[in-house]
């Protein structure tokens, strides 16, 4: 028995670190837009508001997606479908090069969206297979662990990616002003062919990884069962949503994933456009919000449930959040940056919080009301967007008065929100 028990517990270790690959691969790939933003404002003129589509077209392709991946995991299984979605990242990666090739953003903005695509298809499967992977009491240190995987490759995207793309930006951006029309048009083509090769470097890497995870090892889930406490709870249960949980936790996903892309994706163009702080310098403060995250997530993984339960954590979290959140308004120069970067520890223990709150008693429900969750990373795409067009009409700090309620929501959720049943 104690050989079964361990040669269990060594499978499940396997499947840990296996799916840790993965939110490593999509923390990359994902937080690339921090860098993609400044960039791609320069090389194809645009405003604060054109900019954030960037993360329009990322975060918006999982409202689009998540029913369909669903679908997508129901016939392949999450192996398969993990794979799957390493495939279709690697296609949006190739779309790059012919975007790069005729500078045109639309194409930019497609590839980003067939990426999030891959994505959506790749969380719908990870996340839940994380959830239930072992016990729901410890699901949030799980994700925890999966969540420093994620932004430790979420800090480095910036640093690796930076180098290259933002490469002496102020003095690109300076010699422009000087330039006549030819010019300016041939110094731009240059600065977007920039893109081309670390993104065929990403498409090889995306495939192979594909490969490696269709012939890996990685068991199969059944989520369709109920223990007979669940199945009891559910008998009259015909829909996804007749769950408060869910659609609640839903709208704590959306808010959350929006005020965690603005914290990452905002604060390099803020640092720069909002503060005057050179790209040089600039350019660091998503790691400082990835660093912030992998702090919160490390406490998660030695408190959470030893010492703190996840609702605890998550209202801690938000507190955190509002506090920090008026600091960078209230505040000026580098501290004000900071305090948008220090967010990422506010935001860190939230996401594996509301994960196991939201799929709680779901049983044959849970793979659907996945999908809920995974369409409300949308809020990625509409939240970054409202504060690109709040920063032209006013300024880039007054617009983090967004994050405001979106953080006393989530307190909300984690005090009340998820025990109406």
């Not at 990616?161 to 951006?173: H, P, Q, R, S, T």
């Not at 920039?194 to 490696?212: E, K």
């Not at 994706?265 to 790209?279: C, E, L, W």
Request: charged share 10%; proline share 4%.
């Amino acid at each position: 028995m104690a050989e079964v028990t361990s040669q269990s517990k060594n499978s499940t270790n396997r499947s840990i670190i296996i799916i840790g690959v993965l939110f490593f691969i999509f923390g990359f790939v994902t937080w690339l837009n921090s860098v993609l933003i400044p960039y791609l404002k320069t090389a194809n003129e645009l405003n604060n508001f054109q900019s954030y589509l960037v993360a329009f077209a990322s975060y918006i392709s999982y409202l689009v997606m998540a029913i369909p991946s669903a679908w997508v995991l129901k016939n392949t299984g999450f192996k398969k479908g993990m794979s799957l979605g390493l495939v279709v990242m690697a296609i949006g990666a190739l779309v790059f090069i012919p975007a790069a090739l005729v500078r045109n953003y639309a194409f930019f903005l497609f590839g980003l969206f067939v990426q999030g695509t891959g994505l959506a298809l790749l969380q719908s499967a990870a996340n839940p297979y994380i959830t239930i992977l072992g016990p729901i009491e410890s699901a949030a240190k799980r994700i925890s662990i999966m969540g420093i995987c994620n932004k430790l490759a979420g800090a480095l995207a910036p640093i690796v990616f930076g180098a290259i793309l933002l490469k002496n930006m102020d003095k690109v951006e300076a010699s422009l002003a000087g330039m006549n029309a030819v010019e300016k048009a041939a110094e731009l083509d240059m600065l977007s062919a920039r893109v081309i090769s670390p993104y065929i470097i990403m498409a090889v890497i995306l495939c192979g990884l594909a490969i490696l995870i269709y012939y890996s090892s990685l068991p199969e889930i059944e989520t369709d069962g109920e223990d007979d406490t669940v199945a009891a709870a559910n008998k009259n249960k015909t829909s996804v949503l007749q769950f408060p949980n869910l659609l609640l936790g839903t709208l704590a996903m959306f808010l959350y994933v929006g005020v965690e892309v603005i914290a990452g994706d905002t604060v390099i163009s803020y640092a720069r456009d909002g503060q005057d702080i050179a790209t040089n310098v600039a350019k660091f403060f998503t790691t400082y919000t990835l660093i912030a995250m992998i702090v919160g997530y490390l406490v998660g993984t030695v408190t959470i449930p030893r010492f703190i339960s996840q609702e605890k954590a998550m209202q801690v979290s938000g507190i955190l959040g509002i506090i920090l959140g008026l600091a960078a308004i209230f505040t000026n120069g580098f501290i004000s940056v900071l305090c948008v970067s220090l967010l990422g520890l506010a935001n860190a223990l939230v996401f594996p919080a509301i994960w196991p709150l939201a799929l709680k008693g779901l049983g044959r429900f849970t793979k659907i009301g996945s999908s809920f969750l995974i369409m409300a990373l949308a809020g990625g795409a509409i939240l970054p967007l409202v504060y690109g067009w709040l920063a032209d009409a006013f300024n880039p700090q007054q617009a983090y008065w967004i994050v405001i309620p979106s953080y006393l929501y989530i307190w909300f959720f984690a005090k009340k929100g998820h025990k109406i049943r």
